[in-house]
């Protein structure tokens, strides 16, 4: 569903919340009235249907059998609408709360979850721009999570060293983070992370497998970062071409690119 009205709240003042989830970054609606309003043409649709029932010489067979599959839709798009309109995402610093009016139906830590998408989406249609697509995924099972898209506002003011994308730019730092410490961790025991299908993470250095030729390494302490758009390049001290490059809204992108940072400031 894309939302158009976005309700995102920044929160400049931050009060500790219980189960250690950490301070309150920003609130955001899981959905909006821009998503409740789908429901809207199908009901355009069931209008003139529904005069059907004034229809002599039509059964009631008949009219049933149209009218129902289109009510039962129009039931759940605007129930799933209504119930999003009530549910809140309040990300945290450790954690997220998903809020149901002033009762907390699930907290999930960042540090539990195992892949996070946070895309802005630009399309073209016969040379037309068309508007961009926020896309945000964050699973802590391979079915379990948060998923929405809408269309992006504008970065608000935010101390960040990560390039600047949409409204939500707070809560795409602390999931990175959150899990960029959890990656870190598994690298301190000696178990190689894989990032992304040719890059694999080491505690001292990463080997890129490209598709075509042999695999070789890079050492945190030769390595330098370089942002182009949505596009992360890799660099050595020792070249100055690209080694290799990683699109930072492909799953894990943003944690990958927090824990390369700190890899290479402690390799320093």
């Known amino acids: 569903m894309i939302d158009q009205f976005p309700h995102t709240t920044p929160v400049t003042h931050t009060h500790q919340q219980p189960d250690d989830v950490g301070p309150l970054i920003l609130t955001t609606r899981a959905q909006t009235w821009g998503t409740a309003l789908l429901a809207l043409p199908i009901l355009l649709v069931i209008a003139p249907l529904f005069l059907l029932f004034f229809v002599p010489y039509v059964s009631i067979e008949i009219k049933l059998f149209v009218l129902t599959p289109l009510l039962i839709v129009w039931i759940l798009i605007t129930g799933f609408g209504a119930v999003g309109l009530l549910t809140h995402l309040d990300f945290h610093l450790h954690a997220v709360n998903v809020r149901r009016g002033a009762f907390i139906v699930r907290t999930i830590p960042y540090a539990d979850c195992s892949s996070f998408t946070f895309a802005v989406v630009k ?8 508007p961009s697509v ?26 960040s060293s990560l390039p600047p994308t949409s409204e939500l730019d707070p809560a795409r730092d602390v ?10 961790d598994q690298l301190k025991q000696g178990t190689p992370l894989k990032w992304t299908r ?55 992108g943003w944690p990958g690119y927090v824990l390369l940072l700190q890899l290479i400031d402690q390799a320093q």
């Open 175 to 184: 999931i990175a983070a959150g899990m960029a410490k959890r990656m870190l």
């Open 123 to 130: 399309s073209h249609f016969h040379g037309i721009p068309l």
């Open 198 to 252: 040719s890059i694999t993470l080491h505690q001292h250095e990463l080997v890129y497998k490209p598709i075509i030729g042999r695999s070789y390494t890079i050492a945190y302490s030769d390595m330098r970062l370089q942002t182009r758009g949505l596009g992360l390049f890799i660099t050595t001290t020792k070249n100055n071409h690209d080694e290799t490059a990683i699109a930072l809204d492909e799953a894990n």
């Open 134 to 159: 926020l896309i945000f995924s964050l699973r802590y099972r391979p079915l379990r999570g948060i998923s929405f898209q809408r269309l992006p506002g504008r970065p608000k003011p935010w101390s």
